[in-house]
Every structure is written in C-alpha cells, then in structure tokens.
C-alpha cells in the first residue's frame, strides 16, 4: 500500500506499507518518507501495529484503524501517543 498526503498542491509525506501474518495474528508496517523521500524512521525500523479485531468494514489495529467507505474511499483514524490525540484523514483513489 502507498498513501500520499498532499498539502495544498504538493506533497507532504508518503506512507508505504504492508499487512503480514506474525504470530498467528496480522500486523500493520508502515515507514514514512517526507516530501524529499527522507525516511522518517531510522533506516531499519518500521511502525508495527497488531491487528485487534475487524468489524465489518473496519479494520482495528493497536493504534490505527482503517475504514472502507466505498472501492474508491477510506478513512484513518490514527491515535497519537503523545498527546492522545486522534488524527483522521480522508483517502480517495
């Protein structure tokens, strides 16, 4: 999977990322790259984030979950640890 997030006309990161099988569960893994290809993560780390449960179109996994609107349309809601804030963006194909 690759998102991009734009920023007005331009882009402001990228996401890149997979699903894989781990011990018997689903894991989320993500690297993120700013608008210059740098990645955000050191060189061998990657986000990791265990599948919790799936309900309906709504995929849950520690920290981030995924929702399918429609084939052309998802949303992310992304709790940051921080703050405790929860993010929400809007995709489309």
């Known amino acids: 999977m690759e998102i991009k997030m734009w920023n007005g006309n331009e882009v402001f990161f990228y996401e890149i ?3 894989v099988e781990k011990d018997k ?3 989320l893994e993500l690297k993120h790259f700013d608008k210059e290809l740098k990645g955000w993560e050191k060189q061998d780390e990657k986000e990791s984030f265990r599948l919790v449960k799936i309900d309906g179109n709504k995929f849950y996994f520690d920290k981030v979950t995924y929702e ?3 084939d052309n349309h998802m949303i992310v809601y992304v ?3 921080e703050s405790g ?3 929400i963006f809007n ?3």
């Open 85 to 87: 804030e929860e993010l």
């Open 91 to 93: 995709f489309k194909k």
């Open 68 to 70: 399918k609107i429609d």
């Open 17 to 19: 990322g997979h699903i």
């Open 25 to 27: 569960s689903l894991v």
């Open 79 to 81: 709790l940051m640890e």
